[in-house]
């Protein structure tokens, strides 16, 4: 396995569910995002975190809780959210945060929240 | 809060035509990168462009940093059906976590 792993690829979930995303990156980098890409909007920036430690939180709702256990892999917890939090989120890596290395992207996961 | 503006939003053109797209914005950037999503996939980054004026190539695909590091353009020569997709260009201002500044994307589709 190479690059940038995520799953499930698809979620489907009711507003009171509790579910997480998982990202896994093979590549060594230190820093790891988690992005929200909705229609007709830029990709909005959720979480940064490099070496395992939250460095950016892009005021996201409560109902969205990442974790990083180590540099390697990166969650997102969700819980009672809403029908407009439905989106592709997208994990990514780069060697550095806070600098302009290559970002490598997951394929995301397309989440429906009924 | 910086933004970057791409144009235009959609563009569908026939196999073998060329095209330029945009992306543009009133701040400043030290580097942008351009990045292509395919359906189903994450971005992938084609190029980074550092300094003003700068002009890369790749294949058909030629990517220029405009003088004042405000705006790029990508232009792609004699298109094909493989080049469809979303287009995403990214800046770097420097400083802070987070780093890149996404456009919203050009969705390109190419007709065979």
């Known amino acids: 396995e190479t690059g940038v792993t995520q799953t499930p690829r698809h979620l489907v979930m009711g507003m009171t569910n509790k579910k997480s995303l998982k990202c896994e990156q093979h590549l060594g980098h230190n820093a790891m995002y988690w992005y929200k890409q909705s229609a007709k909007k830029p990709l909005e920036l959720m979480f940064v975190?490099?070496?395992?430690?939250?460095?950016e939180n892009n005021s996201v709702p409560s109902r969205f809780s990442p974790e990083c256990p180590n540099s390697s892999h990166l969650f997102l917890h969700l819980h009672t959210l809403q029908p407009e939090d439905s989106a592709l989120y997208l994990c990514?890596?780069?060697?550095?945060?806070?600098?302009?290395?290559?970002?490598?992207f997951g394929p995301g996961t397309r989440l429906t929240v009924l | 809060t910086q933004l970057l503006e791409q144009s235009p939003q959609f563009l569908s053109i026939q196999e073998g035509e060329n095209l330029t797209v945009y992306c543009n914005s009133s701040?400043?950037?030290?580097?942008l990168q351009w990045y292509r999503q395919e359906p189903g996939e994450g971005p992938v980054l084609l190029v980074t462009?550092?300094?003003?004026?700068e002009v890369k190539k790749l294949k058909r695909l030629t990517f220029q940093f405009g003088d004042a590091r405000k705006d790029s353009s990508l232009h792609i020569t004699a298109a094909q059906p493989g080049d469809t997709g979303l287009y995403l260009c990214a800046g770097y201002s420097g400083g802070g976590a987070d780093g890149l500044t996404f456009g919203k994307g050009t969705h390109l589709i190419i007709q065979p």
């Open positions: 462009v550092v300094t003003g004026g």
């Open positions: 990514a890596s780069s060697q550095n945060s806070g600098s302009p290395d290559e970002q490598f």
């Open positions: 975190y490099s070496l395992e430690e939250r460095v």
């Open positions: 701040s400043v950037f030290s580097s």
